[in-house]
């Protein structure tokens, strides 16, 4: 089960940070993504960050978003700055052993907005 947090409503190049919680599984085993999905778009991947450490941005986030991950928590975090309208979404924690099995959190909504 993953349990995402920390969405909410903030302006224009304000900051917020997502937290997933997993329990019931071998977290320090799986890789970890953050997906989101706007309205009417299909949902897309923002963040990836694998059991040893790597990690992959999409191309719009990059400089922005920082994922990492604390196994001694079972968490895995989202950073995001300066955000823009262009990152309002719900967003996604996925967690995914080796394309084998994915579990997916309930999402969390962040708006930029003015």
């Known amino acids: 089960q993953l349990q995402a947090s920390g969405g909410g409503l903030v302006q224009p190049g304000g900051s917020l940070r997502l937290s997933c919680t997993a329990s019931?599984?071998?977290?320090?085993?799986?890789?970890m993504a953050w997906y989101r999905q706007a309205p009417g778009e299909q949902r897309e991947l923002v963040a990836r960050i694998t059991s040893g450490g790597s990690i992959n941005y999409t191309d719009p986030v990059k400089g922005r978003f920082t994922i990492s991950r604390d196994n001694a928590k079972n968490t895995v975090f989202l950073q995001m700055n300066s955000l823009k309208p262009e990152d309002t979404a719900a967003y996604y924690c996925?967690?995914?052993?080796?394309?084998?099995?994915?579990?997916w959190g309930q999402g969390t909504l962040v708006t930029v907005s003015s």
């Open positions: 019931g599984l071998m977290f320090n085993s799986y890789t």
């Open positions: 996925e967690a995914n052993w080796y394309e084998v099995r994915s579990y």
